[in-house]
């Protein structure tokens, strides 16, 4: 049998990397496995202005991260890149399949595997990502300098990044199914006072077209019902359409397995699942507050309470 680890944690974001470190300073063999880049989605965020402490003014999630990595290496958690594919989390020792085949083996698990954007539900929405669409302003901004972009939500990922699209954008259109805003009061009042923001209240879209690129959409009001076609700038050609409307878990692995309630995974306040042995931090787990620094905190509860569970 392959190398049995006492950790195996899955997703490389703050509650992953948080987990490894604490891991890795209580000397227990640690395995993080990470399916594409460290960070999940605070790797695409643009500045973090709420991690207590932090040290570089307006920080990128990026760098945040990156520095996260490089404390988990000085404290010796081993990292391999793949995607699990399906898991066996009853026995003692858990086992974990990837996609190429790769088999792993360990006698606690952490789950750190988060959550990605929703997408905004419109018809002829999968044609256009990519080619006007996106879910990551910091990854796509740079596409719309000079033109005209949608944000679709109303909260603070929505109002924070659509700011952000300020920066490139020459105009930011928030498009929101109410009238208010969800997005905390300190991060409106910065949108309702910057020039390049305007606001569609009471809308959603409905349909996405366009040649090759996005080029028009319709949206239809809430309230009234009625409907309207938006169309691209003629000198533009295109616009950009980014969805912010909340986040999906990812834990389709362990349905059937875990306690769940839509989709997220139900733990104690010591991050403990309903199977010994098997933990959950992070955005994945039933939480009011989902935060770097709450994600954070989760996993280095979840490595604390993986050393007892191996020490009894
Ligand atoms: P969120 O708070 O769940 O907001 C989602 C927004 O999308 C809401 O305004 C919602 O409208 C709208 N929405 C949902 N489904 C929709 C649909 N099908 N069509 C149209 N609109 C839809 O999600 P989030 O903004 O991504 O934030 C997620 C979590 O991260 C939150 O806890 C947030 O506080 C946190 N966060 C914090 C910061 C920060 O502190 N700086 C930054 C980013 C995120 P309704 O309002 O009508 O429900």
């Given at each position: 049998m392959d190398k049995i680890y006492d950790v195996v944690i899955l997703g490389g974001g703050?509650?992953?990397?948080?987990?490894?470190?604490?891991?890795?300073?209580?000397?227990?063999?640690?395995?993080?496995?990470?399916?594409?880049?460290?960070?999940?989605?605070?790797?695409?965020?643009?500045?973090?202005?709420?991690?207590?402490?932090?040290?570089?003014?307006?920080?990128?999630?990026?760098?945040?991260?990156?520095?996260?990595?490089?404390?988990?290496?000085?404290?010796?958690?081993?990292?391999?890149?793949?995607?699990?594919?399906?898991?066996?989390?009853?026995?003692?020792?858990?086992?974990?399949?990837?996609?190429?085949?790769?088999?792993?083996?360990?006698?606690?698990?952490?789950?750190?595997?988060?959550?990605?954007?929703?997408?905004?539900?419109?018809?002829?929405?999968?044609?256009?990502?990519?080619?006007?669409?996106?879910?990551?302003?910091?990854?796509?901004?740079?596409?719309?300098?000079?033109l005209e972009v949608y944000v679709v939500g109303g909260g603070d990922s929505a109002v924070e990044e659509a700011m952000y699209l300020t920066k490139f954008a020459r105009k930011v259109t928030l498009i929101h199914r109410r009238d208010t805003l969800r997005a905390a009061k300190s991060i409106q009042e910065k949108a309702f006072q910057n020039e390049k923001m305007s606001f569609l209240w009471n809308t959603v879209v409905v349909k996405v077209d366009g040649d090759e690129l996005l080029s028009s959409m319709t949206v239809r009001n809430t309230v009234t019902g009625e409907e309207t076609l938006i169309e691209a700038d003629e000198d533009d050609g295109i616009f950009g359409l980014f969805g912010f409307i909340g986040y999906s878990p990812n834990s389709k692995l362990f349905e059937g397995v875990l306690d769940m309630e839509s989709g997220y995974i139900r733990t104690d306040a010591d991050m403990h699942t309903n199977v010994p042995g098997v933990f959950a931090a992070g955005d994945i787990r039933i939480k009011s507050l989902r935060q770097v620094v709450t994600a954070a905190a989760d996993g280095a509860i979840a490595a604390t309470q993986a050393e007892k569970y191996l020490n009894h």
């Open positions: 703050p509650a992953g990397l948080s987990a490894a470190l604490y891991a890795g300073r209580a000397r227990l063999s640690t395995l993080l496995i990470e399916r594409a880049q460290d960070g999940g989605q605070i790797a695409i965020t643009d500045s973090i202005e709420n991690y207590p402490g932090q040290i570089v003014e307006g920080e990128s999630g990026k760098s945040l991260v990156a520095r996260m990595a490089e404390q988990v290496a000085k404290f010796g958690a081993e990292r391999t890149s793949d995607a699990i594919v399906s898991v066996d989390l009853a026995g003692d020792v858990k086992k974990l399949v990837g996609n190429r085949g790769g088999e792993y083996y360990a006698r606690t698990v952490i789950i750190a595997t988060g959550a990605h954007p929703k997408p905004i539900g419109c018809e002829n929405e999968g044609k256009y990502i990519g080619k006007g669409i996106s879910f990551c302003a910091t990854c796509d901004a740079n596409f719309f300098e000079d």
